[in-house]
């Protein structure tokens, strides 16, 4: 399984940005997808995660409203579209596959993990 993440950068408080996640494995296209991050000095944290069919979305509550996430099944595809960015959002972004079909927040639930790509929010 092979997760290529793209679309980090730098940017400006304020901007927005839309990272992807591209799935190598077609079977993955059942799986539930999530993104995660980690800023400089911190802890890994859930961001937002998708049902295998993009019926279902889990936000963490601090993101909630500026942060969607959706996928496209036939592209094997899962985006995430950041509105009003800040400088707290710096951080690796990392996109994951779980084990079930579930959108979930549960880090031990993913089962493969792409490689991250820097978002750096200045100020």
């Known amino acids: 399984v092979q997760l290529q993440a793209s679309g980090g950068g730098l940017v400006q408080a304020g901007d927005s940005l839309r990272l992807s996640c591209t799935n190598s494995?077609?079977?993955?296209?059942?799986?539930?997808m999530g993104w995660f991050r980690q800023a400089p000095g911190k802890d890994r944290e859930f961001v937002a995660a998708?049902?295998?069919?993009?019926?279902?979305?889990y936000y963490a509550d601090s993101l909630k409203g500026r942060f969607t996430i959706s996928r496209d099944r036939a592209k094997n595809t899962v985006y995430l579209q950041m509105n009003g960015l800040t400088p707290e959002d710096t951080a690796v972004y990392y996109c994951?596959?779980?084990?079930?079909?579930?959108?979930?927040?549960?880090?031990?639930?993913?089962?493969?993990w792409g490689q991250g790509t820097l978002v750096t929010v200045s100020s």
């Open positions: 994951a596959t779980s084990m079930g079909a579930a959108a979930t927040s549960r880090t031990e639930y993913y089962r493969y």
């Open positions: 494995r077609r079977t993955s296209s059942n799986n539930g």
């Open positions: 998708i049902s295998w069919n993009g019926d279902n979305t």
